[in-house]
C-alpha cells in the first residue's frame, strides 16, 4: 500500500485552515496509508528553521508531502515530496533584502528540491511561476475541495429563491484584501443587514456606524457555527482585491446562497459564470451586482442552480484523486 507522509507546521491556536483543508483530503484517500507529522518549533528563528528542518530529513519517507506554509522544510525531506503552496502575497511584500531571503526560504530553494509543487489554483499558479520561472515545469493546479459535511447544511432553495427584507448580505472575512472600505460604502442606503465574519477593527466599525448600515458580527466561530450562520444570508458578497482561492464561493454555493464575487484572479476561477461577477475596485458596480440578484428572482435561482453544478468541481474524492496520482508518481521514481 501507498504510504505517505504529511508535514504540518506546528499548530497553533487561530491558525487552522490549512491543517482543516487536509482532513478533508486525507479522508477522501482511497487506498492510502498516511502519517501526520507536526513541526516541532513554529516561530521563524535561525535556530527554529534548522531543528525544523533536520526534524523533517529524520522523518522522510518514500513519499512526503508538506502541506504548507513550512515551505523550508523540503530541504529536509528532498526529492521525493509534493509542495503545497496556497499564494506567496505575503511573501513579497517588504523591502529588497527581506523579499529575496524570504523567496529563498520559501520558493527558490524548496521548490530546487521537490519533485512538485501544487497550487490551489491557475492564479496562484501564475504568480509563483513569474516568481520561479526556473521551476515552472514542477507547478500543478489542485484545487482546494469542499468540506462533505458543508452539504447537511444546504438550503432548499433551487426551485424557489425567495429573497427577505432586509436582505441578508454576507460578508467573510475583514482583513485589508477582503474590500470592505468599498464594499460597505456600495451598501449604503439599501434594504440590507450585513452578517460580517472576522474581527472588526475600530476603523471599519467607524465606517459602518457613518453608513448607517445595520449588521451583525462574529468571530472565532466553530465551522458548524458558521454554516448555520451562512445560511440565514440570502446573498454572500465576497468581492476581495486578492485571493488564493476563494472557498467561501463554494461554500456559499454549496448551500445554496447566490454569490457576488469580483472578475478577477482566484474568484473568477473559481466562479466562472455561476456567480454574479462585479469589479471590486468600483463601487457603484459593486452595489449594480448585489441589486441585480437582491431585486431580480429568476437571476438569483439561475446563480443557485449554476452554483450547485459548479461545487462538482471541487468534490473531496476528485481532489484526493489528483493527489493520489501525484504520489504514485513521485513512489515510482528512483531518486
Not at 468540506?147 to 472575512?173: C, E, S
Not at 476563494?246 to 472578475?263: D, K
Amino acid at each position: 500500500m501507498l504510504h505517505v507522509k504529511y508535514f504540518f507546521r506546528k499548530r497553533l491556536p487561530g491558525f487552522h485552515s490549512i491543517e482543516e483543508l487536509f482532513e478533508t483530503v486525507l479522508s477522501a484517500l482511497n487506498g492510502v496509508e498516511y502519517e501526520i507529522c507536526r513541526a516541532p518549533r513554529r516561530t521563524i528563528t535561525p535556530w527554529n528553521l534548522l531543528i525544523n528542518i533536520f526534524w523533517a530529513r529524520r522523518n522522510r519517507s518514500r513519499v512526503n508531502h508538506i502541506t504548507g506554509d513550512s515551505n523550508y522544510l523540503a530541504m529536509g525531506t528532498g526529492p521525493n515530496t509534493v509542495l503545497t503552496i496556497h499564494d506567496i502575497g505575503s511573501l513579497l511584500k517588504g523591502n529588497a533584502l527581506s523579499v529575496w531571503l524570504k523567496k529563498q526560504l520559501f520558493l527558490v530553494q524548496p521548490a530546487k528540491r521537490v519533485h512538485t509543487i501544487t497550487v490551489i489554483s491557475q492564479a496562484s499558479a501564475d504568480e509563483v511561476k513569474a516568481a520561479i520561472p526556473q521551476y515552472a515545469g514542477k507547478i500543478r493546479v489542485v484545487h482546494n475541495p469542499y468540506r462533505k459535511a458543508l452539504l447537511n447544511f444546504a438550503k432548499n432553495t433551487t426551485d424557489h429563491a425567495p429573497v427577505q427584507y432586509p436582505t441578508r448580505i454576507m460578508l467573510v472575512g475583514t482583513k485589508e484584501n477582503k474590500n470592505l472600505q468599498r464594499i460597505l460604502p456600495a451598501l449604503q442606503d439599501l434594504n440590507v443587514h450585513l452578517n460580517i465574519l472576522g474581527r472588526l477593527d475600530g476603523q471599519l466599525k467607524y465606517l459602518l456606524e457613518q453608513l448607517n448600515l445595520p449588521y451583525e458580527n462574529r468571530f472565532q466561530l466553530s465551522y458548524e457555527d458558521v454554516m448555520k450562520w451562512y445560511i440565514t444570508s440570502d446573498v454572500l458578497c465576497f468581492a476581495s482585491t486578492y485571493e488564493g482561492f476563494g472557498m467561501p464561493i463554494i461554500e456559499a454555493q454549496a448551500l445554496g446562497i447566490p454569490v457576488v464575487t469580483s472578475n478577477l484572479g482566484a474568484m473568477k476561477e473559481v466562479a466562472g459564470d455561476s456567480a454574479c461577477l462585479v469589479n471590486p475596485y468600483e463601487e457603484s458596480d459593486i452595489r449594480y451586482g448585489v441589486t441585480k440578484v437582491m431585486s431580480r428572482e429568476d437571476y438569483r435561482k439561475q446563480l443557485i442552480r449554476a452554483g450547485r453544478e459548479n461545487i462538482k468541481r471541487f468534490d473531496p474524492q476528485l481532489i484526493a484523486a489528483q493527489y493520489q496520482n501525484i504520489y504514485e508518481e513521485i513512489a515510482g521514481n528512483r531518486f
